[in-house]
T-cell receptor, first 114, second 114 residues
Framework: DAGVIQSPRHEVTEMGQEVTLRCKPISGHNSLFWYRQTMMRGLELLIYFNNNVPIDDSGMPEDRFSAKMPNASFSTLKIQPSEPRDSAVYFC????????????FGPGTRLTVL | GDSVTQMEGPVTLSEEAFLTINCTYTATGYPSLFWYVQYPGEGLQLLLKATKADDKGSNKGFEATYRKETTSFHLEKGSVQVSDSAVYFCALRSPYNQGGKLIFGQGTELSVKP
């Protein structure tokens, strides 16, 4: 299995621009999670989906952030407009959601907003 | 609500030293407990897990025992190596949440010197 796939791996953009991060979960997994990691705030859960439906988006920082999961094999996290304080590593993770199955993390997208 | 508390880092040890990273939790019912490890520049990966009281999870020389009476899941290793340098995250999964959401501690950075 290819694991969780994220793209791009690195993104550098200027303040005010739209940024779209992409994630392909492991095939057969029905829960998907978006996290943000910074030195100051550590690892934060932004939003998660179960069977393509958003279950908890309470971690989404503000209206500039939005996430979609149009089908079981693809999700996006969009920031519009981006700000320097959005600079972080964004991780996607997936799990089958059954029992105590493991959450598998992608390699992350390092976002730098200038 | 549910929460996980880890000892603060960074923890600096010499090679072959004994490692303990403390983790305590607050949760309703009987959660499953996990240790994840994050090597530099990578996503988190599962190190070990335990699903019920008195279970011991083990992997790569690391061990942790699920202690219901003290609500703890401390990570131990008898002899650390330089390659163990990483950030370690303790996490719990409630039996009541939908879709496999994990509650993470803040992470403990371990640095092992030769």
């Amino acid at each position: 299995d290819a694991g969780v796939i994220q793209s791009p791996r690195h993104e550098v953009t200027e303040m005010g621009q739209e940024v779209t991060l992409r994630c392909k979960p492991i095939s057969g997994h029905n829960s998907l999670f978006w996290y943000r990691q910074t030195m100051m705030r550590g690892l934060e859960l932004l939003i998660y989906f179960n069977n393509n439906v958003p279950i908890d988006d309470s971690g989404m920082p503000e209206d500039r952030f939005s996430a979609k999961m149009p089908n079981a094999s693809f999700s996006t996290l969009k920031i519009q407009p981006s700000e320097p304080r959005d600079s972080a590593v964004y991780f996607c993770a997936s799990t089958s959601g059954r029992g105590t199955d493991t959450q598998y993390f992608g390699p992350g997208t390092r976002l730098t907003v200038l | 609500g549910d929460s996980v508390t880890q000892m603060e880092g960074p923890v600096t040890l010499s090679e072959e030293a004994f490692l303990t990273i403390n983790c305590t939790y607050t949760a309703t019912g009987y959660p499953s407990l996990f240790w994840y490890v994050q090597y530099p520049g990578e996503g988190l990966q599962l190190l070990l897990k335990a699903t019920k009281a008195d279970d011991k999870g083990s992997n790569k020389g690391f061990e942790a025992t699920y202690r219901k009476e003290t609500t703890s899941f401390h990570l131990e290793k008898g002899s650390v190596q330089v390659s163990d340098s990483a950030v370690y995250f303790c996490a719990l999964r409630s039996p009541y949440n939908q879709g496999g959401k994990l509650i993470f501690g803040q992470g403990t950075e371990l640095s092992v010197k030769p």
